[in-house]
């Protein structure tokens, strides 16, 4: 059975960091174009950062580009979300997701149902709240 699982999410003061993680099963994480999506109370879904099966290419939502980085170690199934400067809008239950069809841009694009109807593999999702 294909699995993702969060963990890393927490509750931190703005101008905070926190490191993310999504952890492989089932899966050879390979050749899986990996997102980190986020979802607040009363918004729609939306991507935040994608990396190629390679993790030669990344993508960034423009609200967290100069702040975020993704990257991936393959040998350990594990994809990381390392998150700077944190800011209250940041709040939201983060999600990783997996497809082998996608690439990084495309992936990043998807938004609401869209995304949850055309990416294979979700994991539960971590909650990260950024409050004083």
């Known amino acids: 059975q294909k699995q993702l699982v969060e963990s890393g999410g927490g509750l931190v003061q703005p101008g905070g960091s926190l490191r993310l993680s999504c952890a492989a099963s089932?899966?050879?994480?390979?050749?899986?174009?990996i997102g980190w999506f986020r979802q607040a109370p009363g918004k729609e879904r939306e991507g935040v950062s994608c990396i190629s099966f390679t993790g030669g290419n990344t993508d960034y939502a423009d609200s967290v580009k100069g702040r975020f980085t993704i990257s991936r170690d393959n040998a350990k199934k594990t994809v990381y979300l390392q998150m700077n400067s944190l800011k209250a809008e940041d709040t939201a239950v983060y999600y990783c997701?997996?497809?082998?069809?996608?690439?990084?841009?495309?992936?990043?694009?998807?938004?609401?149902?869209?995304?949850?109807?055309?990416?294979?593999?979700w994991g539960q999702g971590t909650l990260v709240t950024v409050s004083s």
């Open positions: 997701a997996a497809d082998t069809r996608w690439v990084v841009h495309s992936m990043c694009l998807m938004t609401g149902t869209v995304a949850t109807r055309n990416i294979e593999v």
């Open positions: 089932g899966l050879t994480l390979d050749y899986y174009t």
